[in-house]
């Protein structure tokens, strides 16, 4: 049977080659911290996670530093009992490059998002917006539940996929 072309870009991704990524890597670390990208550069896993080529999507790559997972002591007056600083944040690097996304971009509403890689000092992440607001986005029958107001600010509300794995529900 043969292979369809997102089969293959699963398997080149699964594998991809470290001296194209490290290039685009020391370019990304130069852009700014969000970037407004015109396609995607993993399709198939946007697509997977609900991207179409079509008005209202948008893509955006965030740049997070890493490490810093670790509460800071507290430089005010406080009681001893209130100063220990044992306990991480339980959030994950993705669902924090989604929150600052939809900090960033105010109308528009976190759809998902995804890894595109890590050196020494940041991650990367591609976030998927949709604008609610687009009448191709309210005339979309797949798409149009994002639209109601039950839906507004996902990514704060701990309901995209990587805010539920962190969450403990997957």
Request: net charge positive.
């Amino acid at each position: 049977m043969a292979k369809g072309l997102y089969h293959h870009l699963r398997q080149a991704w699964k594998k991809p080659d470290k001296k194209i990524l490290r290039e685009r890597m020391i370019e990304w670390r130069a852009s700014p911290v969000f970037t407004k990208v015109e396609k995607p550069l993993r399709l198939d896993k946007a697509r997977a996670l609900g991207y179409k080529a079509k008005k209202g999507f948008i893509v955006v790559r965030v740049r997070l530093l890493r490490g810093g997972h670790r509460r800071s002591r507290p430089n005010k007056g406080r009681r001893s009992k209130r100063l220990h600083t044992r306990k991480n944040l339980k959030m994950n690097y993705q669902w924090i490059a989604e929150q600052r996304a939809a900090r960033k971009y105010r109308n528009l509403e976190v759809l998902n998002s995804y890894p595109l890689g890590k050196d020494g000092v940041h991650y990367f992440y591609e976030v998927i917006f949709v604008d609610p607001e687009r009448p191709e986005i309210k005339n979309d029958k797949k798409m149009k539940w994002i639209s109601k107001p039950g839906n507004m600010e996902r990514a704060f509300r701990g309901l995209t996929s990587a805010a539920k794995k962190s969450r403990g529900l997957r």
